[in-house]
């Protein structure tokens, strides 16, 4: 599958190429000022071709300055606070600013690079100092590098956790929540000096026997070795992790696509038609949302099918039967985190119900340590992104957290 797909890739690059070298000429002022609609056209059709390349880099950040609650400015600067071969704990530094509550954002790994919480990020950074988990995309993870699954990527929460110091605090997105909420309770188990104070989970899967969506009934509609045969690759030998087996990011991408096909063509249309009629405003918001949407990112194999087979088929954390190196993960050790649960009214990926059942896994926390919410009129996507995100759930995020320290 992989080496088809890079093939594809190949044969394209000199038409993609040829479109790169010939815009300027097409996009000339000149022939803008004659209003030649045939170049128009030429260059716009050259743009969605441009566009609908899928790409395997983390775009930019985009973060060069944050406004606080307050109405104070400060320039941001990134900083790699700790790297492994698989993630960077990627700080955004308020430079000025006042002390304030640590924040680590756990992104999902989920076949999109950690920008894609881009929004997520900028709303917390009025009030808090930010850190990222910032995955690596795993094909350019060299084998050397050793294996990655859903172990290793609960010990990174813990790692960053460490290295972030006591009273940060966790806000998980989608998928990470499971191993979020792990990585907190072995780390309330064991004492961990750098428990956070607050955990807040945001749209995840922690009990998909609740309201199973199409997502969670499709991953049951195969048994495991359906996905380990016909899902995973090898990384082909053109790229730093030559040999390694991953789930390709570009056939998730194919996936979430196919759930909203006419969407997406009806948007590549409307871009095509914004640049033609000089609408570039438009234009802009469609091109710096598709840049984003077609960066992918590849998941270690191991991760993906433990992923699909212990969260999404055999639902071991709330039958109590997830494993941790060995050891078996307990919410009930959670004793002193402030839990906060985040769920959208009309989430077609993961359900109503499906995050709150933290509440009850984490059963020895006193009442005033639990807060659930359910954001009305939002997807799945609305629960971290755009505006109800900034101004009905972040509240309630700031809020918890401010209470916690």
């Not at 070795?225 to 082909?236: D, M």
């Not at 639990?370 to 996507?381: E, F, K, L, S």
């Amino acid at each position: 599958m992989y080496p088809a797909y890079q093939a594809h890739v190949d044969l394209l690059w000199p038409l993609r190429a040829a479109t790169r070298w010939s815009l300027p000429f097409l996009q000339d002022p000149s022939l803008a000022d004659n209003n030649w609609l045939p170049a128009r056209q030429m260059a716009a059709a050259g743009q969605v071709f441009e566009l609908a390349q899928v790409t395997h880099k983390r775009p930019p950040w985009r973060i060069a300055e944050v406004v606080s609650s307050a109405g104070e400015r400060w320039p941001v600067a990134e900083e790699a606070v700790l790297t492994t071969p698989f993630a960077t704990l990627m700080r955004f530094r308020r430079e000025g600013a006042p002390a304030a509550p640590k924040v680590l954002v756990v992104a999902p790994m989920s076949g999109h690079f950690a920008t894609l919480l881009r929004d997520t990020v900028r709303t917390l950074m009025q009030d808090h100092d930010v850190y990222v988990s910032d995955w690596h995309n795993v094909r350019d993870v060299p084998l050397s590098a050793g294996r990655f699954g859903l172990d290793e990527y609960t010990q990174h929460i813990i790692d960053f956790l460490a290295a972030m110091g006591p009273g940060a605090n966790v806000v998980a997105v989608c998928q990470p929540c499971v191993s979020s909420l792990a990585a907190v309770a072995i780390m309330a188990e064991d004492d961990h000096p750098a428990t956070p104070a607050s955990l807040t989970l945001m749209a995840g899967p922690i009990d998909c026997r609740v309201n199973p969506t199409a997502v969670n009934e499709l991953a049951t509609s195969k048994p495991i070795e359906w996905f380990r045969k016909n899902l995973i690759s090898h990384v082909p030998w053109q790229h730093g992790g030559a040999g390694r087996r991953v789930y390709p990011g570009f056939v998730q991408l194919s996936a979430f696509m196919s759930m909203n096909k006419d969407r997406h063509a009806n948007a590549f249309k409307d871009y095509y038609k914004h640049l033609v009629n000089d609408e570039f405003d438009k234009a802009e918001i469609t091109r710096t949302f598709y840049e984003e949407y077609m960066a992918v990112a590849d998941l270690a194999a191991d991760f993906y099918l433990e992923t699909v087979e212990r969260v999404f088929q055999t639902y071991d954390l709330p039958r109590g039967e997830l494993m941790f190196k060995g050891r078996r993960v307990n919410p009930a050790a959670i004793r002193r985190t402030a839990l906060l649960t985040v769920e959208g009214e009309r989430d077609d990926i993961c359900s109503v119900g499906q995050t709150l059942a933290a509440q009850d896994l984490a059963s020895s926390l006193k009442m005033y340590l639990r807060t659930h919410y359910i954001q009305p009129n939002v997807g799945h996507y609305g629960v971290f992104s755009g505006r109800r995100w900034q101004h009905q759930v972040y509240p309630l995020v700031r809020r918890v957290i401010q209470v916690s320290q």
